[in-house]
């Protein structure tokens, strides 16, 4: 089983819908993350969170918000999607053994607004 | 702004033959980098990584290089499968911050 799970793995949508993506980890990983992924470009950091009460703001939080409901469970929610929102998102996830750590990632999402 | 790019987007190599990838970074703060590999559908996954006090690092296969003065950083993938073929991105991180910044990628493509 993936270590970091992302659900759903595609999903297409119509502008202006609401629309949730989850990630969950079995790592016990603290940080958690939400990146995006356009084609040509690198990843980009939407929202962060260190623990349940601590969410930060990325390069690109601008139409997105997020939950951390528990220390495995961290959810990116697009209010009211629009088209430039089209982009793989990828959830990630670092331990607390030093600001060196690796990030894990999961699989992805390809999220279509169309 | 300063950032992570990548010399060329696209390289294709032999399959036996070694690789190289390489990353120019403008960060002078940056102490920490990484390369992570994303295969196709699949998340980006650590290779090797190298902090700012060493200039190589060797794994199974793959080396790292560091070049401070010219601020360049470069893999090398030896005896290339048909498996490396995938997106290589090369990440780093600013002494005194948590947040990688990550270059836009290197498409390498191993020919059979």
């Known amino acids: 089983d993936a270590d970091v799970t992302q659900t759903p793995r595609n999903r297409i949508t119509k502008t202006g819908k609401r629309i949730m993506l989850e990630c969950s980890q079995t790592?016990?990983?603290?940080?958690m993350y939400w990146y995006r992924q356009d084609p040509g470009l690198g990843l980009q950091l939407i929202y962060y969170?260190?623990?349940?009460?601590?969410?930060n703001k990325g390069e690109i939080s601008d139409g997105y918000s997020v939950s951390r409901q528990a220390q495995a469970k961290f959810s990116l929610s697009l209010e009211s999607a629009i088209p430039n929102q089209t982009a793989l998102y990828f959830c990630?996830?670092?331990?607390?053994?030093?600001?060196?750590?690796?990030?894990?990632f999961g699989s992805g999402t390809q999220l279509s607004v169309l | 702004g300063e950032s992570v790019g990548l010399h060329l987007p696209t390289l294709s190599v032999q399959e036996g033959d070694n690789s190289i990838i390489n990353c120019a970074y403008s960060?002078?703060?940056?102490?920490?980098f990484i390369w992570y590999k994303q295969e196709s559908g699949k998340g980006p996954q650590f290779i090797i990584d190298?902090?700012?006090?060493?200039d190589k690092r060797q794994g199974q296969r793959v080396t790292v290089l560091l070049n401070k003065t010219v601020k360049h950083l470069s893999l090398q993938i030896a005896a290339t499968q048909p498996g490396d073929s995938a997106v290589y991105f090369c990440?780093?991180?600013?002494?005194?911050?948590?947040?990688?910044?990550f270059g836009t990628g290197t498409r390498l493509t191993i020919i059979p």
């Open positions: 790592k016990g990983h603290d940080r």
């Open positions: 190298i902090r700012s006090n060493m």
């Open positions: 960060n002078s703060a940056s102490d920490y």
């Open positions: 990440a780093e991180l600013p002494f005194g911050n948590e947040k990688l910044t």
């Open positions: 990630a996830t670092k331990g607390t053994g030093g600001r060196d750590e690796k990030l894990f």
């Open positions: 969170s260190f623990d349940v009460k601590d969410i």
